[in-house]
């Protein structure tokens, strides 16, 4: 018999059957439907905090204050940590060979007030070279210089959303805003990046000289009293110095920090790369969580085929019978049935493909609250559902293809 | 076991096509072993025509699946047109099934869902040939439903179904047609027409054996065999 003669059999008696096949392809549908719908937005999720990451550039390293006493990068989890860093750390830290720059920084919400408009922004206090580390542009006026840092200067770079809020068409330069009954000089307006993370857009932002922060809005100080920073922002000359500042900051910070050899670092110097292992650990098990989830739909799906395959065979005893005794072998029967069941399969895979990006397109368009996930369904992703898929369709089908195979041609015949 | 001590049929037509020596069947059910067939002898040569008749669960249609290799023989020796078929394995049946014999049920035995020309397309399926269509075409004219070639079994009358069904048994150009009561489900008109036909393919040269229990159709043949308890209890020709 020849396949394509398998094939044109199995059609037939799936078209003769319409709902009922169509009723068992739903659950491979569903199953490769999901499959396909949770990774492609896991992996967009991935893509989404891995640009995030990356966009700080991979010259870049980070301290922040760390829990002695934790393992590893846990012991930077926020609520387990005590500030530990100063303003002096990142001075001594801009001395060390291979480091262009240093930006430290404390951040809060904070409410800017003009008049009567109001905007919640993200207010980093910082330095002149964090406009570079965040790559931010500016669109008019200047960013922070260090004689603002030096003087505590009370003013003011906004990002483009509150400006716009604040001030619509108007030039604010010069104008003058309120945070918490302080008053700052908006000395200039980043231009606008786009883009968001959890919620909040990166444009939704505003940036004064750290020393303002500390003394005027928000002071915190470390063990031994002095005013601490949240992190620090570390530019290198070039990025094959990453390994060496890191060893030289960690030495710096020791003893800057007084550390006995028994003491854990009471920070922690991360590059991107580390970040984003870190990030790209946790959204994979995401994933891989979420994937789990629908393979468990995908296996329902194919008990669901290998279900009415067998029932098939029973109703098509008779027709069985008779394709035997016109000549039928075993494997005839066999190839039929699990023809019947792979296309079954196949088909429902296919359209679960279809349809499961098609919910991915759909999720991608969703604005959640300023977060845009852009789903990737990736050929490797359809090419493991749909390989799944064929693997169900034969695994169902062979059970019933076999029972059908080995019917006794004459117990077939007078069946019902 | 004895052998049938009927005297086997001496007007030789042809080549032998069927030649049983002492052929046992024996059921187990359970615990209970069933005889349906005690030492049965028996030669059909090329070309005759033969009634096979006996009460029901007297051995017929078990003597029936075994000439037609749907079954094989507990004991004893089966030559299908002078090769021994008798033990061979399932697929091997299947084979000689599909090249050397064509059946016909009372029930037709058509697949309801597919129209006559692809019923009668269905061995070639299974024997591997090619240009389907034409020789399915060309078996329907040969029992005269080439017109209806379209139509599925539902739409068709019970006679009409029979003769989709021996156009069937009829594409592999056997020489052996096999029919297990082909009139049992038909009216007194279309009896006559499936008759005529088997009369027909049997004037072609196809011979044929038939299972019947009306004797009125068994002396439509040409020889009638007696069954009885698992043997052949008579033998002999009619006057045709």
């Known amino acids: ?416 | 076991m004895a052998e049938s001590k009927i005297e086997p049929n001496l007007k030789v037509t042809g080549p032998r096509m069927i030649s049983l020596r002492n052929v046992t069947k024996v059921y187990t059910m359970g615990k209970v072993e069933i005889m349906a067939l005690r030492g049965v002898s028996l030669d059909v040569d090329e070309g005759e025509m033969v009634a096979i008749i006996g009460a029901s669960g007297s051995g017929k249609s078990t003597l029936m699946n075994i000439i037609g290799c749907l079954d094989r023989p507990t004991s004893g020796q089966y030559l299908l047109g002078g090769v021994e078929v008798g033990q061979l394995n399932d697929n091997e049946l299947a084979v000689v099934r599909s090249k050397k014999l064509g059946f016909v049920f009372q029930d037709y035995s058509l697949l309801r869902r597919a129209t006559a020309v692809n019923n009668v397309e269905l061995p070639l399926m299974y024997s591997g040939v090619r240009q389907k269509r034409e020789r399915a075409m060309e078996s329907l004219r040969r029992v005269g439903l080439a017109e209806r070639a379209n139509h599925k079994p539902t739409e068709l009358s019970g006679g009409e179904q029979q003769r989709v069904a021996i156009a069937r048994a009829l594409i592999n150009q056997p020489k052996l047609i096999l029919a297990d009561e082909p009139t049992g489900n038909l009216d007194s008109v279309a009896t006559g027409e499936i008759m005529n036909l088997f009369d027909q393919l049997n004037r072609e040269g196809i011979t044929i054996v038939m299972v019947t229990h009306e004797m009125e159709l068994a002396h439509r043949c040409k020889r009638i065999v007696r069954v009885r308890d698992g043997k052949i209890v008579e033998d002999q020709l009619t006057n045709r």
Do not use: W
């Open chain 1, 1 to 416: 018999m020849k396949i394509l003669d398998s094939v044109k059999t199995a059609f037939m008696s799936l078209f003769a059957n319409k709902l009922r096949s169509s009723l068992t392809m739903l659950g491979v549908i569903i199953g490769v439907g999901s499959v396909i719908t949770l990774m492609a937005v896991g992996q967009g999720a991935q893509n989404l905090i891995t640009s995030q990451i990356s966009e700080l550039g991979s010259n870049v390293l980070f301290v922040q204050p760390r829990n002695p006493d934790a393992p590893g990068f846990a012991g930077t989890a926020p609520g387990f940590t005590v500030p530990s860093l100063t303003l002096a750390d990142a001075e001594a830290i801009a001395k060390i060979p291979g480091v262009l720059g240093v930006a430290p920084t404390n951040e809060n919400f904070v409410k800017v007030t003009s008049g009567n408009e109001e905007a919640t922004v993200v207010l980093e206090g910082t330095t002149p070279l964090y406009l570079e580390i965040s790559n931010f542009k500016m669109a008019t006026g200047q960013f922070i210089q260090d004689k603002d840092v030096n003087s505590r200067s009370s003013v003011i770079v906004l990002g483009s959303k509150p400006a716009g809020t604040l001030f619509g068409n108007a030039d604010p330069i010069g104008q003058v805003i309120k945070i918490k009954d302080r008053h700052f000089t908006v000395i200039g307006v980043l231009a606008p990046k786009g883009g968001s993370l959890f919620g909040l857009s990166n444009d939704d932002i505003a940036m004064m000289p750290i020393t303002a922060f500390q003394t005027r809005l928000y002071s915190s100080k470390t063990a031994s009293g002095e005013e601490a920073v949240a992190a620090i922002a570390i530019k290198l000359t070039d990025r094959s110095f990453i390994d060496p500042v890191q060893t030289q900051v960690t030495e710096l910070l020791r003893k800057e920090h007084h550390l006995t050899a028994r003491e854990g670092d009471d920070f922690a110097v991360v590059s991107q790369e580390q970040l984003l292992g870190i990030f790209n650990q946790i959204t994979g098990v995401f994933t891989i969580f979420l994937g789990s989830i629908a393979s468990i739909s995908l296996l329902v799906g194919g008990i669901g085929i290998m279900n009415i395959m067998l029932v098939s065979v029973t109703e098509r005893t008779r027709e069985i019978g008779i394709r035997k005794a016109v000549g039928a072998k075993r494997r005839d029967i066999l190839m039929q049935f699990l023809f019947e069941a792979a296309t079954l399969s196949v088909t429902g895979g296919i359209i679960g493909v279809l349809g499961g990006s098609l919910i991915a397109f759909g999720i991608s368009q969703i604005n959640f609250g300023g977060t845009i996930i852009n789903a990737v369904v990736s050929p490797m992703i359809v090419l493991l559902a749909l390989t799944v898929s064929v693997v169900i369709g034969l695994v169902s089908g062979i059970y019933p293809a076999m029972r059908a195979a080995s019917l006794n041609p004459i117990d077939a015949l007078h069946y019902g």
